[in-house]
C-alpha cells in the first residue's frame, strides 16, 4: 500500500476530530458515557452493509497514511526514507480488521474522551497523528516546520535606517490616508457600521448610504438583489419530484437525511452557506434523477463535499467524509457520485439561498426597527434552516422564506407591535399579503418542530452562542390585520 505524506489540511482536518474518538471506532467499542449520546444515522433508510463481501471490507479498512511515527533528527532525505520503510509495519501492527455487522449503522463520532492515544489508530488517509515533541525524537511535521526556510537568499530586508524606500512609503500612506498628527482630545470611539442613524426618505430608511465600508456594496447592492430575484428561478428544485420521479425515497427519509447534514456541518465547523448549497444540490440532482435509498447518504456527503469546495477554505477531504459514513462508502464511490452531480447540474454550482437574502433583510430589519440584533439574527436563521427540513416548503421562492422569517422573528420578538413596514416592503420586494402562506407554515415549523426523530437543528439554535433562540416562547396565532397591505 502507497504511503501519503502528512499535509497542513490534513492536519487541521485531525484538530477538528480528536484521536480518542477514532480510537474508539477503530476498536469497536463505546465508553458508557459516550453511548449514552451516540444516535444513530439515517439507519431506517439506508446503509445498510450486508451487500458489502467482509474480504473487501476489512482490505478497506487499513488507511493508507495513517500512522505515529517518531523517528530521529536527520535530513529530509533520511526522515522520508524511514517513514517509507517503517510506515506499513506499523500501520499493519496496529489497524485491526473490521469486525462491523450488517446490521450497524453510520454513526458520527463522539468527542467525550479528551485523552488521545497515539496506540491504536484507525483514521482516514488523510490524516497523520503527530508525537509531541522530546528532546531526542521529533515529528515529520516539527522536522519540516523547522527548516532553514526563512534564510533563503531569494528574502530580502530592507533596514529602516539606510533605506528612503520607507521614508516614501510614509510619505505616501500620509497623503493617501490622511492621517492626522493632532490626536482628538476627547478619546476615540469605536463605532459599528450598523445602520442605526439613517436618512429617512418617504418613510423607507436608506441601509446603504455606508459608502466607506467596501462589504457593504453600497451602491450595487440594490441591483445585486435585484439579479439574485431573477436568478433563484432559475436554481431550483422541482417541487414534486418526489411524486414525479422518485419512487424508492420519501420526504421522511429526505429529512432525516439532512438533518444529519446539520450535525455534519457542525461537527466539522462549516458554514452556513455550505449547509444551504448541499440541499440545494441534492433537491435539484433529486428532480431529475430517480434514487435509491441505500445511496442516498452517498448522494448527501457528494452534494456537500462539492459544497464545500465552493465555500469552505480548508475543505473537509474525501476521506473525512467516507469516515463519517463508517466507511459504509468508498472514495471512489464518494468521488463518482460527485462527478454524476457535477455533470447533472453542469457545474452551475452558484444558486440564491435563503442565506443570501436573509443576510440583506437582516441588515434593513436592524436599521429601521429597536430589535436586539443578535436576538433578530439568530432567530431568522433558526427559522430559515427549519425550512430546509420540510419537503413541502420547496413551493416557496429562497427569498420569500427569508422574509417570512424576518417577519415572523419580528412577531416573536414583538407580539404585540406590527411586524412589517414600508422599509422591509421596499427592500424585500413583498407585501404582508404575500407572506401570509409561508409565514404560517413557518409558524408551524416553529411551534411543532420535530422533537427527538430530529433534533440536530434546534439543538443548534438551544447553545449558548445562539442565545438560546430556540428554546423562545412564540404565541400560538398571528392576528391576521398583520397580513394587510399596508397603507401607501
Not at 440594490?222 to 436568478?231: E, F, G
Not at 406590527?418 to 399579503?433: A, I, K, V
Request: glycine residues 2%; hydrophobic residues 35%.
Amino acid at each position: 500500500m502507497s504511503t501519503r505524506r502528512s499535509s497542513i489540511g490534513s492536519a487541521s482536518a485531525l484538530a477538528k476530530r480528536p484521536a480518542s474518538a477514532e480510537n474508539t471506532l477503530a476498536a469497536g467499542k463505546a465508553p458508557a458515557a459516550a453511548a449514552a449520546k451516540k444516535r444513530v444515522a439515517l439507519g431506517n433508510i439506508t446503509n445498510q452493509q450486508a451487500a458489502r463481501a467482509p474480504a473487501t471490507r476489512t482490505a478497506y479498512k487499513a488507511p493508507c497514511g495513517s500512522s505515529a511515527l517518531t523517528v530521529k533528527k536527520a535530513s529530509n532525505t533520511s526522515v522520508r526514507d524511514i517513514s517509507l520503510r517503517q510506515n506499513s509495519a506499523v500501520t499493519s501492527s496496529i489497524v485491526k480488521p473490521s469486525t462491523s455487522t450488517s446490521s450497524k449503522a453510520p454513526l458520527l463520532p463522539t468527542y467525550d474522551d479528551p485523552k488521545p492515544s497515539i496506540g491504536a489508530s484507525l483514521a482516514p488517509c488523510s490524516t497523520v497523528f503527530s508525537p509531541t515533541r522530546s528532546d531526542e525524537s521529533v515529528s515529520l511535521d516539527e522536522s519540516m516546520s523547522t527548516s532553514n526556510s526563512m534564510k533563503s537568499p531569494d528574502f530580502e530586508y530592507i533596514d529602516s535606517g539606510d533605506s528612503s524606500v520607507v521614508a516614501s512609503l510614509e510619505r505616501r500612506a500620509t497623503n493617501n490616508f490622511h492621517i492626522s498628527k493632532h490626536s482628538d482630545s476627547a478619546g476615540c470611539t469605536w463605532k459599528i457600521n450598523y445602520p442605526v442613524a439613517m436618512e429617512i426618505t418617504d418613510g423607507i430608511v436608506d441601509v446603504d448610504n455606508n459608502h466607506k465600508d467596501p462589504q457593504l456594496c453600497a451602491t450595487l447592492a440594490y441591483d445585486i438583489y435585484n439579479h439574485l430575484r431573477t436568478a433563484e428561478t432559475k436554481k431550483r428544485a422541482s417541487t414534486d419530484f418526489m411524486e414525479r420521479v422518485q419512487k424508492d425515497i420519501n420526504p421522511s427519509m429526505r429529512s432525516i437525511l439532512i438533518d444529519w447534514l446539520v450535525e455534519v456541518a457542525e461537527e466539522y465547523r462549516l458554514v452556513p452557506d455550505t449547509l444551504y448549497l448541499t440541499v440545494n444540490y441534492i433537491d435539484r440532482y433529486l428532480s431529475g434523477n430517480e434514487m435509491n435509498r441505500q445511496r442516498l447518504q452517498l448522494l448527501g456527503v457528494a452534494c456537500m463535499l462539492i459544497a464545500a469546495k465552493y465555500e469552505e477554505i480548508c475543505a473537509p477531504q474525501v476521506e473525512e467524509f467516507c469516515y463519517i459514513t463508517d466507511n459504509t462508502y468508498f472514495k471512489d464511490e464518494v468521488l463518482q457520485m460527485e462527478a454524476a452531480v457535477l455533470k447533472f447540474l453542469r457545474f452551475e454550482m452558484t444558486a440564491p439561498t435563503a442565506k443570501c437574502f436573509l443576510r440583506r433583510f437582516v441588515r434593513v430589519a436592524q436599521g429601521c426597527d429597536e430589535v436586539p440584533q443578535l436576538q433578530l439574527e439568530f432567530l431568522a436563521s433558526y427559522l430559515a434552516e427549519l425550512s430546509l427540513l420540510e419537503y413541502n416548503m420547496l413551493c416557496y421562492s429562497p427569498s420569500l422564506i427569508a422574509a417570512a422569517a424576518i417577519f415572523l422573528t419580528k412577531f416573536i420578538l414583538q407580539p404585540s407591535k406590527h411586524p412589517w413596514n414600508s422599509t422591509l416592503c421596499h427592500y424585500t420586494l413583498y407585501r404582508p399579503s404575500e407572506l401570509h402562506d409561508c409565514v404560517k407554515a413557518l409558524h408551524h415549523l416553529f411551534c411543532n418542530s420535530p422533537g427527538n426523530n430530529l433534533p440536530a437543528i434546534r439543538e443548534k439554535y438551544s447553545q449558548h452562542k445562539f442565545k438560546f433562540v430556540a428554546k423562545q416562547y412564540c404565541p400560538q396565532t398571528i392576528p391576521s390585520e398583520f397580513f394587510e397591505n399596508l397603507s401607501s
